[in-house]
């Protein structure tokens, strides 16, 4: 039973423009939704958060949006970069338990 | 450096050995949770430790076992290697239950089981 949903294993996306990394979510209890990013050897990084409260949350050139009456959440980034070729997870969870993640959408982003 | 250390980077065995995955969180974090992403598959929590006591249990299986010890770094133990526990395995950690800082996660542990 998957909670957390990446449909998309990879996108690819030319230098400058924007990507789009979506995620949907099946417990409506979830009311944290967190955005990770992963280099190859590297653990897992935390990029960016949203709060069942809010429906967008912006923070230099990545910005997430969440529609709960959809239960879904996507990652705009703004103008892309090479260097934002990485994993992407979306995460979640409820109160304090340990978060669930997606099975991670891979971005390449092509100069 | 994110300041979680896991040791070692890489491991091989043989089927039917057992390993020790080591974790040391990053200073003043209380909780440290271990993820296996095998092949294709996302981040699955496996378990959480906080302060010491075992505080959440996902999908591990009963070949595996964790501990968190007084000074707070934990150990995952796997017995009784099969092939398909070949994966990487993460370990992260959080000044509390979670909260909304998210988890700093270490560099991670490539088992390889032959």
């Known amino acids: 039973d998957q909670q957390v949903k990446q449909n998309s294993p990879s996108l690819s996306v030319q230098e400058g423009r924007i990507s789009i990394l979506n995620c949907d979510y099946t417990?409506?209890?979830?009311?944290?939704f967190l955005w990770y990013k992963k280099y190859p050897a590297e653990g897992p990084t935390f990029l960016i958060s949203?709060?069942?409260?809010?429906d967008k949350n912006e923070d230099g050139r990545f910005t997430v949006f969440l529609n709960k009456s959809a239960k879904h959440l996507s990652l705009h980034i703004v103008p892309s970069q090479p260097g934002d070729s990485a994993v992407y997870f979306c995460?979640?969870?409820?109160?304090?338990?340990?978060?669930?993640f997606g099975k991670g959408t891979r971005l390449s982003v092509i100069a | 450096d994110s300041g979680v250390t896991q040791t070692p980077k890489h491991l091989i065995t043989a089927t039917g050995q057992r390993v020790t995955l080591r974790c040391s969180p990053r200073?003043?974090?209380?909780?440290v949770y271990w993820y296996q992403q095998s092949l294709d598959q996302g981040l699955q929590f496996l378990i959480q430790?906080?302060?010491?006591?075992?505080?959440a249990k996902g999908n591990i299986l009963e070949r595996f076992s964790a501990q968190q010890f007084p000074d707070l770094h934990s150990e995952l133990n796997l017995s009784s290697l099969e092939l398909g526990d070949s994966a990487l395995y993460f370990c992260?950690?959080?000044?509390?239950?979670?909260?909304?800082?998210?988890?700093?996660f270490g560099s991670g542990t490539r088992l390889t089981v032959v």
């Open positions: 992260a950690s959080s000044v509390l239950g979670q909260g909304n800082g998210g988890y700093t």
């Open positions: 417990n409506s209890m979830f009311d944290y």
């Open positions: 949203i709060s069942s409260i809010k």
């Open positions: 995460a979640s969870n409820s109160g304090n338990t340990p978060l669930v």
């Open positions: 200073s003043g974090d209380l909780s």
């Open positions: 430790y906080y302060n010491g006591e075992e505080r």
